[in-house]
Nanobody
Framework: QVQLVESGGGLVQPGGSLRLSCAAS????????MGWYRQAPGKQRELVAD???????SYADSVKGRFTISRDNDKNTVYLQMNSLKSENTAVYYC?????????WGRGTQVTVSS
């Protein structure tokens, strides 16, 4: 049984930084593709960034150069470093694990960017 637990969200001023973490249970983390998604009020959930089991990364155009996804397979954890945050980055951020055609989701962590 896979469980994903996000942490690190909160309230931050525009221009500030946050680092999100997603801790995964189970033994398949290191061979899984991991992703960060977000859902703002009234909007669809969208991909922010993902990272393959080999460390290859991809990003939404809106966050390139500001956000960085990384993983620590020894800790079964994926991170999202978010810099130069903007008000439009306010959303619930979700972690997703993809393995063998299945998707596993965390419950999300709220990020609010406001002065």
């Amino acid at each position: 049984q896979v469980q994903l637990v996000e942490s690190g969200g909160g309230l931050v001023q525009p221009g500030g930084s946050l680092r999100l973490s997603c801790a995964a249970s189970g033994s398949i983390f290191s061979i899984s593709r991991m992703g960060w998604y977000r859902q703002a009020p009234g909007k669809q959930r969208e991909l922010v960034a993902d990272i393959t089991s080999g460390g290859g990364t991809s990003y939404a155009d809106s966050v390139k150069g500001r956000f960085t996804i990384s993983r620590d397979n020894d800790k079964n954890t994926v991170y999202l470093q978010m810099n130069s945050l903007k008000s439009e980055n306010t959303a619930v951020y979700y972690c997703k694990m993809k393995y063998a055609g299945l998707d596993y989701w965390g419950r999300g962590t709220q990020v609010t960017v406001s002065s």
